[in-house]
């Protein structure tokens, strides 16, 4: 898997092409797909990604069958069954005869540029030309109280191209959606179909209204990147593995040459081991390209730095070269408790809904749970089982004098769902009120563990559940346990494509179960009710035992807190 030789052999000697899939994510993995396509042959592609391309078809059929009922004579369709060439062909007679609407437009590709690509739909301008709108299953917008803002985006009605400032939505930042409207607009442009005004449009997940982006400022970007990827693709860039996001679910992780991007990068010490993304690229430009040029680092900070304190990059840097899991940043660690405390963890499904609000009471798990497959008015029913009974639990702790909180890891998802579902369920015997949830969500008695592990320690290994629980001595059963298997394991669960199999409802019981487990475990390691020696403050080293870049291997036992000493 060599770096080097992956970026230089990858299309030398053929033609190759380039849609706007690849402008995004990373490089590397652009040049390895390209370079050696007989080693994913056999790379199963992971059920989470199969499931999520599954919806977004859905949600294109969904749009597509909605707005050609609307006014079915002015939409022309592309067979998507048809041979590439023969699409590209209908497109552009489509265009030739000044359609209104064409679904599923797709553009002749250009041998030259590499350039290939098309549009759920092209959408005739007025004043001439197509403007490119895309359909995505994602969220594009969020909604927004009207106020005085410095910025409205440009909303349109979804059957007639109207864009106004829209005051009730604020934009949600898809750089994806703006890259491939910028290379279709490029593709239009040099066929003599683009509008004279650079504009694209995107319907999203909630399907109200299409979002409406200039890519007069876009299109510089667009240019340079995609010369930089197609110049990958053609061999005539190198590239070498760096730590992005994407690494999490990338086969080239583990695959190729010598173990695969993780050990390629372990083995160079590369800086984006320890501070990945654009952190490493800000250090490179500052002449960093390793973990202990970073540890070494004694220099003043540098002025570009935008991802936190400085100081704290360069001790991750210093603890992962002595395996040091978590770093304390403080000399006590501490996180809120309460004599009644509720552990919370839900699991849903793509953005179907919530079907499972597990929770831990004084040792006890409790699931609430709907096994009708999503979306079902039954998870109404569920998520009114669970709010009532934990609203039960907190009034009944406060009248007898006692505190309460209810502690979840990582709150945006199930702060998402709270609201998400007091707003599809409203009125029901139960539901809260999206006011009611607020209330909740803004107290102290709703406690982020996340949010209190990202407060306390630094983390160079990263500081997700299944990274920092393990540290406080938990395991979860299930070897298998995550997120993305939990999407397979539930589609089994319901039946979606067989009969249902009981036994992966009961997997996923204990894979919640699991979680619940785990954050309480960590608030107990984190901040015990009486004196142990298992506990963080004993076992984790403080920032004071990094002050110094170590030369060789050194033993960190922890320094003492001032309670300990």
């Not at 002015?74 to 030739?96: E, F, G, N, Y």
């Not at 679904?103 to 030309?129: C, F, H, K, S």
């Not at 299109?219 to 053609?234: G, Q």
């Not at 015990?528 to 036992?557: G, I, K, M, N, Y």
Request: proline letters at 7%.
């Amino acid at each position: 898997m060599g770096g080097d030789d992956a970026g230089v052999a990858a299309g030398r000697g053929r033609t190759v092409f380039l849609d706007a899939r690849g402008l995004i994510g990373c490089r590397h993995r652009l040049g390895l797909d390209a370079t050696y396509p007989e080693q994913l042959a056999e790379v199963r592609e992971d059920p989470g990604v199969q499931q999520r391309r599954a919806a977004a078809q859905a949600h294109r059929d969904r749009v597509r069958d909605t707005l050609v009922a609307e006014d079915p004579d002015s939409w022309v369709i592309i067979d998507p069954a048809q041979p590439a060439r023969v699409r590209a062909d209908a497109t552009l007679r489509a265009c030739a005869a000044g359609a209104a609407r064409i679904w599923g437009g797709l553009l002749p590709q250009e041998p030259d540029t590499g350039r290939r690509g098309g549009a759920e739909i092209l959408l005739r301008d007025v004043a001439g030309g197509y403007i490119p709108v895309i359909v995505v299953n994602h969220k594009v917008t969020d909604p927004r109280r009207p106020e005085p803002a410095e910025f409205h985006p440009l909303t349109s009605d979804l059957l007639y191209w109207r864009p106004e400032p829209d005051r009730a939505r604020k934009l949600r930042q898809q750089p994806r959606d703006q890259q491939r409207l910028a290379h279709v607009y490029r593709m239009l442009q040099r066929l003599g179909l683009a509008t004279a005004t650079p504009v694209g449009g995107v319907i999203g997940f909630h399907f109200d209204r299409i979002l409406v982006h200039d890519l007069t400022a876009v299109l510089t970007d667009y240019d340079n990147r995609y010369a930089d990827r197609i110049a990958v693709l053609r061999g005539e860039v190198a590239t070498v593995p760096s730590k992005v996001p994407e690494c999490r679910q990338c086969p080239w992780w583990t695959r190729g040459a010598a173990g695969g991007c993780q050990t390629w990068l372990n083995e160079h010490r590369d800086v984006s081991v320890v501070a990945p993304g654009s952190r490493a690229e800000v250090l490179r430009a500052h002449g960093v390209r390793t973990i202990d040029e970073l540890a070494a680092w004694a220099a003043p900070e540098p002025e570009d730095w935008q991802h936190g304190p400085f100081e704290e990059a360069v001790v991750t840097a210093r603890a992962w070269l002595v395996d040091a899991p978590l770093v304390r940043r403080s000399d006590r660690v501490w996180v809120r408790r309460a004599d009644v405390e509720v552990d919370v963890d839900l699991e849903s499904y793509q953005e179907d809904g919530a079907y499972l609000w597990g929770t831990l009471l004084d040792g006890k798990y409790r699931p609430f749970v709907t096994w009708d497959p999503l979306p079902t008015e039954d998870e109404g029913r569920s998520f009114a089982e669970f709010w009532t009974w934990l609203m039960e639990i907190r009034e009944q702790a406060m009248a007898a004098g006692k505190t309460f909180a209810a502690y979840c890891y990582s709150r945006s998802a199930e702060d998402k769902w709270l609201y998400e579902s007091a707003r599809r369920f409203a009125g029901r015997p139960g539901v809260p009120t999206a006011a009611q949830v607020t209330q909740f969500v803004d107290s102290a008695q709703w406690v982020d563990m996340f949010q209190a592990v990202t407060d306390q320690f630094i983390c160079p290994s990263g500081k997700g559940l299944k990274k920092i629980a393990p540290v406080a001595g938990f395991a979860w059963r299930d070897p298998e346990a995550g997120g993305e298997a939990s999407m397979s394991w539930y589609r089994r669960a319901v039946g979606y494509d067989a009969v249902p199999d009981l036994t992966q409802r009961t997997r996923l019981f204990e894979y919640n179960e699991d979680d619940v487990r785990a954050t309480a475990v960590l608030r107990e390691w984190m901040n015990p009710r009486t004196p142990t020696e298992h506990c963080a403050d004993r076992e984790v080293p403080a920032l004071a035992d990094f002050a110094q870049a170590p030369t060789a291997p050194t033993d960190l036992s922890p320094s003492p807190s001032p309670a300990q000493a």
